[in-house]
Structures are given as structure tokens and as C-alpha cells.
């Protein structure tokens, strides 16, 4: 509740803050961490070592969150290593 309440008492004092790209932003880092969480799942069921499900699903989930942010068009990762490598 705050949060919203937040984000209206600033909207009224900044104007928009580029809502769509915001909300299209959220959007497709949902759609990448559902497809992440399912594949992990799938993959972590035949393993019965917790040390290999945490290196193993650490991984590809890592992976599969990249690839499928990727191909939805998201742009923050790109950002990210670009700023990481200018520093």
C-alpha cells in the first residue's frame, strides 16, 4: 500500500517517470523468472545431492533467466554489463 501511495505523490510532483517502459520492463522479468523457476524445477527433480542442485541449478537458472530476457527484448542486462565494464 505505501509503495503505491509513494508512487502517486511522486507521479503528481515529477510527472510520468516512463511508466510503460517500466511496467514493459516488469513484464518481461516475470515472464523470465516464471520460464527460470520452471526450468530449474524440471531440472533439479532427478537430483537427489543438495550440492549439486545448488551449483547445478544455480547455473542454469542464471542461464536460462539471461537467454530469456534476452530474447524478450530486455535491455537491463546489456546496461548492467556495460556499467560494470566502463567502471
Not at 515472464?31 to 543438495?50: E, H, K, Q, Y
Not at 547445478?56 to 560494470?84: C, D, K, M, N, P
Amino acid at each position: 500500500v505505501q509503495v503505491i501511495v509513494l508512487y502517486f505523490l511522486l507521479r503528481r510532483k515529477f510527472g510520468d517517470m516512463g511508466d510503460r517502459e517500466s511496467l514493459l520492463a516488469l513484464g518481461r522479468a516475470t515472464v523470465a523468472t516464471i520460464g527460470m523457476g520452471i526450468v530449474v524445477f524440471l531440472v533439479l527433480r532427478p537430483l537427489a545431492n543438495p550440492w549439486a542442485q545448488l551449483v547445478i541449478g544455480g547455473g542454469v537458472g542464471v542461464a536460462v533467466y539471461l537467454l530469456l530476457s534476452r530474447l524478450l527484448g530486455g535491455r537491463e542486462i546489456s546496461q548492467l554489463i556495460a556499467l560494470v565494464r566502463n567502471r
